[in-house]
């Protein structure tokens, strides 16, 4: 898209920006400086701008292809910012790819994917969270998290960091300005206030990097994650939760030999199910493959539950400090053995009571009681699944869509921040401080694309379907 001496491409590309299949309406989208010149040649007609014209399309032979609307858009004020046409025609398979045939065999090329959004982000009318939003609301699972995709592509998401940059770059200002002048004489430990903003904006870092993260989450989904011994009833969990018979159950130990995956929803947000092998010494080569992909799968979760037959002899858990997330411990097959639903108290005193709980130190981790054959006690773990993501009611709250990568660069300038902060307060150094405050000034900025990488921007706009 960016030339070799660091202009735009000004190739015309074309592509398809419906899905592929028969339907009622298909789009084939053109932008460049020769959009209109093809449209033209295509319908032999001159449509005037934003105004949707019934036309015949016709291929470089001069056969007709098919017949539909014709509808162009003038540069600046379209998606990519380029002259735009648009041929809306019937959604057939075969009749589309000779439409965009014609658009090649006219001088377009076919757009790589995400090109007209790369093109629209390069000519100023998306900043990069909106275009990666774009992809989001295409991509959105449950009806929460396209609303919220909505809002970062109408600027939300952006708004937000731009005004906590706006106060770093406040902040940097106040600072060298009284580097520049210090016959003002500010002292800047006694005076307080560049103290003081700086925990004021770390509050706010925080605030924002915890919108970001359930974002994110709600966004692409949760990884959840079912471990746990042979025979717990990890499999019965996975059916009861998907309200499915996804897994084969069966009394037989090592029933589940891979990973077994199903997408559910919970109060608006999406959660990947992974059941996985039961993790044991393998008593062949196959279950100890699954076993190396039941840990690939812990290693990779947002959180993991661990189920534990509450009905055997002996209780078999898992070390809770080897996990790097959220653990649930469920106590499952209490229609067996007799134990009430529900959560089990974290209480030290109450504890004591319970032999069970005393062993496997509750406080570590919440624990539910649960029957996944009856169903009893399960809407306690699905609410618990919630709150452990730290979501909640996060889910009609969280008022924008994000993305790892964001969540990564708030982290990071936040981390610099810190780093700042503790600096200044040793050494009152306020050239290092003004330093610091830059570097914070130009992570913040990736999020939105003011500062980055080629690199960065063609991995995004890689992962777009192509005529987006």
């Not at 509050?203 to 990884?223: K, L, N």
């Not at 009833?233 to 009394?251: E, R």
């Not at 010494?281 to 037959?309: F, P, W, Y």
């Not at 400090?321 to 067996?336: A, G, S, T, Y």
């Amino acid at each position: 898209m960016i030339t070799t001496d660091g202009g735009l491409d000004l190739d015309t590309i074309a592509a398809i920006a419906t899905p592929s299949g028969r339907g009622g309406v298909s789009i084939v989208r053109i932008s460049g400086p020769q959009a209109w010149s093809i449209a033209q040649q295509i319908t032999g007609t001159s449509p005037q701008p934003r105004v949707p014209t019934v036309s015949q399309f016709k291929d470089a032979a001069g056969a007709i292809v098919d017949e539909g609307i014709a509808l162009l858009f003038r540069g600046p004020a379209s998606f990519t910012g380029e002259d735009v046409a648009e041929l809306h025609g019937h959604g057939g398979i075969v009749v589309t790819q000779l439409l965009l045939a014609a658009c090649l065999d006219r001088g377009a090329r076919l757009a790589r994917p995400g090109e007209f959004s790369e093109r629209a982000f390069l000519n100023n009318k998306l900043d990069l969270t909106q275009a990666e939003s774009l992809a989001d609301l295409i991509d959105a699972r449950t009806e929460q998290a396209a609303r919220q995709a909505s809002a970062s592509l109408r600027g939300v998401f952006s708004a937000t960091v731009n005004t906590l940059n706006e106060k770093v770059i406040a902040l940097r200002v106040y600072v060298e300005a009284a580097i520049d002048f210090p016959e003002e004489d500010i002292d800047f430990l006694t005076e307080g206030k560049v103290s003081e903003s700086l925990d004021s904006l770390k509050a706010e870092f925080t605030g924002v990097i915890e919108q970001a993260r359930q974002g994110a989450i709600m966004g692409r989904g949760a990884r959840v994650v079912l471990t746990g011994a042979p025979n717990a009833g990890k499999s019965s969990l996975l059916n009861c939760l998907a309200q499915n018979a996804v897994a084969i159950v069966t009394d037989v130990p090592g029933t589940t030999r891979d990973v077994i995956r199903q997408s559910i929803t919970l109060g608006g947000v999406a959660i990947d199910l992974s059941d996985t092998a039961g993790i044991r010494d393998a008593v062949d080569a196959i279950e100890q493959e699954g076993i190396n992909r039941a840990k690939t799968e812990l290693d990779s979760a947002d959180m993991v539950i661990e189920v534990i037959d509450d009905s055997a002899a002996v209780h078999v858990a898992q070390p809770i400090e080897e996990q790097r997330c959220p653990v649930i411990r469920v106590f499952n097959k209490i229609d067996l053995s007799g134990r009430p639903a529900g959560r089990l108290s974290s209480d030290p005193v109450e504890a004591e009571s319970d032999q069970l709980a005393a062993e496997l130190s509750l406080a570590d981790a919440t624990t539910i009681a649960l029957s996944a054959s009856t169903g009893e006690g399960v809407p306690a773990l699905e609410h618990a699944i919630l709150e452990n993501l730290g979501i909640g009611d996060a889910a009609s709250t969280t008022p924008f869509s994000a993305r790892e990568r964001h969540v990564t660069c708030l982290q990071h300038a936040s981390a610099l921040l810190d780093g700042a902060t503790t600096r200044f307060l040793e050494s009152g150094a306020g050239e290092l401080l003004a330093e610091d405050l830059r570097d914070v000034h130009h992570t913040l900025s990736e999020i939105t694309g003011e500062f980055g990488a080629d690199a960065l921007l063609g991995e995004i706009f890689s992962s777009f379907c192509i005529g987006k």
